[in-house]
């Protein structure tokens, strides 16, 4: 049923409607040598989200081709950590921005070293001058359609690590590629998951974890003022490949660094 | 300095960013044996809108990559209306959403037989449920992020030629292909270019025709009860492929079909 595209070894019609439209999704995967230990994590959002853009496809068929990816690329590593990538696209052609009846979609298998991980002792961020616009057909969607995420890492200068884009609204609702936690006198506060435009599975995880850890822990709408005022406790950000990484220094306000989050969330809790 | 790409001889790199994240924009140019009318509004607004991206491309670079895509596939059609569709993408690569210093960016050209022409009697068009969401920083851009569009698309059920796309303030703005044109008793009346997705070159175009016409034209926001209410004149909506496109059905309601536009924007005009 799916186009299998293994990256390495083949290129895409340029018909494709991931290229022409960004109409697919996709999902990064942290990898230690043959395993992904957010795969289940993975695997749901893909197929759930792939369902809202109405892009047919079966849990079982992808998990068995992240299987075959996992066992054909974690020979290249050896013992580092590697990304797995999955790009799911609606397949090739149509009318227009309009899908053909049933199209064959297309999995394209990428691997890739990890990036480098940020610094334990926390990472600079800043605000993007890049407005966040989601539309509520695709809030939290991981899909092809990143521009705005391209424009504001523009804005990256070395040692600024992400910048925080907010909405029309004036709330702060993520990072380029990172989801927002923050501590405030109340317990950790994360946007909800309707004003996301990525709903990432470390979040998720994140959330499951505090639950299970009994801390307080409430979905609303972050204002800017929250974020740089002194009820603020601790800021971190939370990304499939990076994990939990604490902010020290936001907008050139130094922050007390918070590791309790990184630690109920690591692998072996 | 481009890297060309022909879409009937090549593929396409799964790292291009065109693909990873919609990186680029795109043209859809109306061919006439080897003639693009619209050719110079299509390459001023690619190159200004490459611009805004921080795509770097030089306009007589894309105007000759242009010309001998004209030549290679006139042959092709004979005297039927064709179709050159113009991909710039940032190029292969970067690190995540950050771009890399120094990309070369990606020129992709193909060729496909034009659509069917729309009746001149008129076409039914009706309301999108999608809501249309618009960033500043892209607002206008014929950008290759166009899940918004496919998704309103994948309404469109015959005999329904187009829906239009309301924005979060209610304000009627656009088609998924097509640019809005509402004659009131004030005159005619578009949206703002800041409130567009994709500002067409045929809305251009037309709105240069009604200044040389004496025609009044006013670009202001659009209600959705001054398209449905006893005021409305006409609708029409444009598309560079297909031109002034009347409307003779609105949501379940007749409306008064204009040619006026339509015959002051012909080539012959």
Chains 1, 2 share one sequence.
Request: aromatic fraction near 4%.
């Amino acid at each position: 049923m799916l186009q299998l595209c293994w990256a390495d070894e083949a290129a895409l019609e340029t018909n494709n409607r991931g290229l022409t439209y960004g109409d697919g999704l996709f999902e990064t995967l942290r990898v230690e040598g043959a395993s992904a230990p957010l795969l289940s994590y993975h695997l749901d959002r893909l197929v759930r989200d792939a369902g809202r853009l109405g892009i047919p496809v079966a849990r079982h068929d992808i998990a068995r081709h992240c299987d075959s990816a996992l066992a054909r690329y974690c020979g290249l590593y050896g013992d580092a950590v590697w990304i797995l990538k999955l790009i799911l696209t609606r397949g090739e052609g149509g009318r227009g921005y309009r899908p053909a009846p049933n199209m064959r979609p297309t999995l394209i298998l990428q691997h890739a070293p990890a990036p480098q991980a940020p610094p334990a002792a926390g990472v600079y961020v800043d605000f993007s001058r890049v407005p966040l616009t989601v539309n509520p057909v695709l809030s939290g969607i991981k899909t092809l359609n990143r521009l705005e995420q391209v424009m504001a890492a523009r804005e990256l200068v070395d040692p600024v690590f992400e910048v925080l884009m907010s909405n029309a609204a004036g709330d702060v609702v993520e990072g380029t590629r990172t989801n927002l936690f923050v501590r405030l006198p109340e317990g950790w506060v994360t946007p909800p998951a309707s004003s996301l435009a990525v709903s990432g599975v470390m979040r998720q995880r994140v959330i499951e974890r505090l639950h299970s850890a009994g801390e307080a822990l409430t979905e609303r709408p972050l204002g800017l003022g929250e974020l740089v005022g002194h009820s603020c406790q601790a800021i971190c950000l939370t990304n499939s490949v990076l994990g939990v990484v604490p902010v020290r220094n936001l907008a050139g306000q130094d922050l007390p660094v918070d590791s309790m989050l990184a630690t109920i969330c690591s692998p072996s809790n």
